[in-house]
T-cell receptor, first 111, second 113 residues
Framework: SQKIEQNSEALNIQEGKTATLTCNYT??????LQWYRQDPGRGPVFLLL?????KEKRKERLKVTFDTTLKQSLFHITASQPADSATYLC??????????FGSGTRLSIRP | SQTIHQWPATLVQPVGSPLSLECTVE??????LYWYRQAAGRGLQLLFY??????ISSEVPQNLSASRPQDRQFILSSKKLLLSDSGFYLC????????????FGPGTRLTVT
């Protein structure tokens, strides 16, 4: 069955450093991969989408890579700030109808 | 602009009682609609999705059901709640064309006692 794995342990980063989150998937070949941010008690908010023919995508301090050979996406936040503290979810998908999320990685940026 | 509404925001129900959660979308037509559940400290679990009126796909066999009586209305129901049904229920929508993000509602916090 399709499986999505994200670091289950929280990631603690010093402010100003680069945070790197990992998303691995197995048993399918997604055409797209999305990253979302979720704050406590709120619904996820879309951040970035990367397509299978794109190696890298950037948006301000965010960067996403997509390696279809390794079946992995990396999500980077450069110059991290305490306001970046949240849970980050990845969602690789190939069906336009059905979207499944990883369990998320909780990121904590300490001042 | 598009907006998505969910109600109620919070709900406390006893075990064995029925459930009805409602989600409506404004500002778009014929969206794909989704119900997710998030247990405390866990990820999002896809429960149901719908590509049109009356069309429901179930992802997890359980005591929940979903219906889409109107284009922009999605309802999650249960005849008898279990303790394990407690969680944060999120409704989401997206455009049908591929590659677009999902837009989530504010969620309903359900506690089954």
């Amino acid at each position: 069955s399709q499986k999505i794995e994200q670091n289950s342990e929280a990631l603690n980063i010093q402010e100003g450093k680069t945070a790197t989150l990992t998303c691995n998937y197995t048993n399918y070949s997604p055409a797209y991969l999305q990253w979302y941010r979720q704050d406590p008690g709120r619904g996820p908010v879309f951040l970035l989408l990367i397509r299978e023919n794109e190696k890298e995508k950037r948006k301000e301090r965010l960067k996403v890579t997509f390696d279809t050979t390794l079946k992995q996406s990396l999500f980077h936040i450069t110059a991290s700030q305490p306001a970046d503290s949240a849970t980050y979810l990845c969602a690789p998908y190939s069906s336009a109808s059905k979207i499944i999320f990883g369990s998320g990685t909780r990121l904590s940026i300490r001042p | 602009s598009q907006t998505i509404h969910q109600w109620p925001a919070t709900l406390v129900q006893p075990v064995g009682s029925p459930l009805s959660l409602e989600c409506t979308v404004e500002g778009t037509s014929n969206p794909n609609l989704y119900w997710y559940r998030q247990a405390a400290g866990r990820g999002l679990q896809l429960l149901f999705y719908s590509v049109g009126i009356g069309q429901i796909s179930s992802e997890v066999p359980q005591n929940l059901s979903a219906s889409r009586p109107q284009d922009r209305q999605f309802i999650l129901s249960s005849k008898k709640l279990l303790l394990s049904d407690s969680g944060f229920y999120l409704c989401a929508w997206r455009y049908k064309r591929g590659g677009d993000e999902q837009y989530f509602g504010p969620g309903t916090r359900l506690t089954v006692t």
